[in-house]
């Protein structure tokens, strides 16, 4: 079977381009087979625990891949999709925080968190966390994930005397959704 593939894609000739694109549609191929397989698995009773072991992932890694998890709240499909530009929207609230720009984090707020979170209220929490642990020496590349209708950033904060992470949840309109600073033992 691996030469009968292998055949469709290598070339003797210097046309790699070409080899390339034939072996991107024997991948796109094969993704919709296993999409078809593990869609035909769940309908015939298969867990995701057995689907996971079969493809040598977690449950839950074999879900995100393949779940199409539901809205419980309308049974409508859920985005698994995480927010393009996330990463680049938690690194500026980073640097807005330790700057102390709290108006522009506010401006960011969803209605929800505008009416639980003051912007002296943030200025009070990030005191806090830089009179514990010092101010902040450097970060971690933010870690994008999608959970539900947000998507949700964990950025490690190092401080001279404590580890953090900042977890930050946007929605799809890029408003702030939560935000947390949490002691990097507990996260």
């Given at each position: 079977?691996?030469?009968?593939l292998?055949?469709?894609v290598l070339?003797?000739?210097?046309?790699w381009?070409?080899?390339?694109?034939?072996?991107?549609s024997?991948?796109?191929a094969?993704?919709e087979?296993m999409r078809?397989?593990v869609?035909?698995?769940?309908?015939e009773?298969a867990?995701?625990?057995?689907?996971g072991?079969?493809?040598?992932?977690?449950?839950q890694?074999?879900?995100?891949?393949?779940?199409?998890?539901?809205?419980?709240?309308?049974g409508?499909?859920?985005?698994t999709?995480?927010?393009?530009?996330?990463?680049?929207?938690?690194v500026?609230v980073?640097?807005?925080l330790?700057?102390?720009?709290?108006?522009?984090?506010?401006?960011?707020?969803d209605p929800?968190?505008r009416?639980?979170?003051?912007?002296?209220?943030?200025?009070?929490?990030w005191?806090?966390?830089v009179?514990?642990?010092?101010?902040l020496?450097?970060?971690?590349?933010p870690?994008?994930?999608?959970?539900?209708d947000?998507?949700?950033?964990?950025?490690a904060?190092?401080l001279e005397?404590?580890?953090?992470?900042?977890?930050?949840?946007f929605r799809?309109?890029?408003?702030i959704?939560?935000?947390?600073i949490?002691d990097?033992?507990?996260?």
């Amino acid at each position: 079977m691996d030469a009968l593939l292998a055949a469709r894609v290598l070339t003797t000739s210097d046309d790699w381009a070409a080899s390339i694109g034939r072996a991107a549609s024997i991948q796109t191929a094969a993704d919709e087979v296993m999409r078809a397989i593990v869609a035909q698995a769940r309908q015939e009773g298969a867990t995701w625990q057995i689907i996971g072991d079969a493809l040598g992932v977690s449950r839950q890694a074999a879900f995100q891949r393949y779940g199409r998890p539901a809205d419980p709240r309308t049974g409508e499909p859920l985005t698994t999709h995480p927010l393009p530009d996330a990463a680049e929207l938690a690194v500026s609230v980073i640097d807005d925080l330790v700057s102390g720009r709290w108006t522009s984090i506010a401006e960011q707020f969803d209605p929800a968190m505008r009416d639980g979170l003051s912007e002296d209220a943030l200025a009070a929490a990030w005191t806090q966390v830089v009179g514990l642990a010092g101010t902040l020496e450097s970060r971690g590349e933010p870690e994008v994930l999608r959970a539900g209708d947000v998507t949700v950033t964990n950025t490690a904060l190092w401080l001279e005397a404590g580890d953090y992470t900042a977890r930050i949840a946007f929605r799809d309109d890029r408003t702030i959704a939560g935000l947390h600073i949490v002691d990097a033992k507990t996260s």
